[in-house]
């Protein structure tokens, strides 16, 4: 399993803008993201996100003790250009202060099930995430 680059966002079916993130629970009956959920799963590494709460304070999530946060994410190519959207959830009881969703996060063991086992990656987006730290910047 290889890094490749890809823009972030599907083009809005608006026509204007970007669509960063799909709901996990209703990724499937979502014609724009349901081909991708079956077919082109992917894995965004990252060292960890941003939200901010409703008094507009900056919050970096991370996974306490780790270098690289894998998130869960689909793909799919447009006008010939690869893109990705990053699926979310629930969020766990060490984000909800903070926010209303989170992204479903993968650990190293669940990478290879993610991108191959339609079933597992099907439970994993309504699991319960792992805990987070967050530090306000």
């Not at 599907?10 to 993201?33: W, Y």
């Not at 959830?89 to 993610?114: C, Y």
Request: proline share 6%; charged share 25%; with cysteine.
């Amino acid at each position: 399993m290889a890094p490749k680059p890809m823009t972030w966002g599907f083009p809005s079916f608006k026509g204007r803008g970007v669509i960063i993130n799909a709901r996990g629970e209703t990724a499937l009956d979502k014609p724009m993201f349901r081909r991708s959920l079956l077919e082109r799963r992917c894995v965004v590494p990252t060292t960890g996100f941003y939200e901010w709460d409703k008094r507009k304070t900056k919050y970096h999530f991370r996974l306490s003790g780790k270098d690289v946060l894998y998130l869960a994410g689909l793909w799919s190519a447009f006008q010939g250009e690869e893109r990705f959207v990053v699926l979310t959830t629930a969020p766990n009881d060490t984000i909800i202060n903070v926010h209303d969703r989170m992204p479903v996060i993968l650990t190293g063991a669940e990478l290879e099930a993610w991108l191959h086992d339609t079933g597992i990656a099907s439970a994993k987006l309504t699991a319960m995430q792992p805990a987070l730290e967050s530090i306000a910047v």
